[in-house]
Every structure is written in C-alpha cells, then in structure tokens.
C-alpha cells in the first residue's frame, strides 16, 4: 500500500493541475510585481506619470526616437505619447531635435535634466532595492539570484507576446 501512495505521488500532474498552479504563481507574481513597483514609485520624489517616466526611461535607454517609434516601443497610440512628450518638455526633461536623415521629421532625446532625473530616479529605487535586499537570509537571496534570469526571460516573453498582440 504504501508503495502505491508512493507511487500516486511520483505521478506529473495533469495539466488542469499544472494550470491551476501556473494560474496561482502568476497571480502571486503579478501581487507582487505591482507592490514592488508602487513602493519604488512612492520612493521618489518626482512628479512624472508612469509612462513620462517610462517614456523618459526608454529614451534614455535607446537614445533619440522618432514618436512614431517611441509610442510603438511602449505600446501607446502616437497621440497619447505626443502627450506624454509634450509633458516632459514643458519640464523640460526632453528637446526634440532635427532627424539628420529626414529633415521634415525630429527625433526626442533627454535634455541635461532629463538624464540628471533619470540617473536619480535609477540610484533611488537601486538603493530602495539594496536595502531589501540586505534584509534576506543569504538562501533568499540565492534564490533570487537564480531568479533573476527567469524574471529577465519573463519580461522579454512578455514584451514580445505584446508585440505581436499589436501587430494582430
């Protein structure tokens, strides 16, 4: 008998089972996820809406854009990113500039203040994040470690799935 509980238990489980616990793990992933991103938020001192902020993040990481392809990039409509720009201009955290391969069109790039908000921004939630991380046992923070490149996976997985939802 008690081989044939061994036996059950050794069993891959099915895949309602399997669903269910992927349901489970998104579910805690995403709790998650939203709660570190809104303390990182509440952490900084800046006035920005999350997509100026993420809008400020992408050109600061990509370099100058087009609109067009900055709004692609964060999957919003053109006119609500000349919005977001429009914003972050009259702060002056952003300047178009000349595209030097089309003359009719202007690329967005940072401004000096828009790279100094965006290096504070960055050094804030990484410290925020250090801190954290100082407070986990040394088994948790192997264990996140390894789950690092999972995450990184995740996010590219993501990104992609919500490409080609918009391309659909």
Excluded: F
């Amino acid at each position: 008998m008690a081989n044939a509980t061994h036996a059950k238990s050794q069993r891959r489980p099915t895949s309602e089972s399997t669903s269910s616990s992927n349901v489970s793990t998104a579910v805690s992933l995403r709790v998650a996820v939203a709660r570190i991103y809104r303390s990182l938020r509440a952490g900084t001192d800046h006035q920005l809406t999350p997509s100026g902020t993420s809008a400020l993040a992408r050109v600061g990481h990509e370099g100058p854009l087009r609109l067009g392809v900055l709004a692609q990039l964060e999957g919003i409509a053109p006119a609500t990113m000349s919005k977001v720009i429009d914003n972050l201009e009259v702060q002056g955290l952003t300047v178009r500039v000349p595209d030097v391969l089309d003359g009719r069109a202007s690329l967005i790039e940072l401004s000096s203040e828009g790279v100094a908000l965006l290096h504070q921004i960055r050094s804030t939630n990484t410290r925020a994040i250090d801190q954290a991380l100082a407070s986990l046992s040394d088994t948790e923070r192997t264990a996140l470690d390894r789950a690092v490149p999972i995450l990184e996976k995740m996010s590219e997985l993501l990104q992609a799935n919500t490409s080609s939802d918009r391309r659909s």
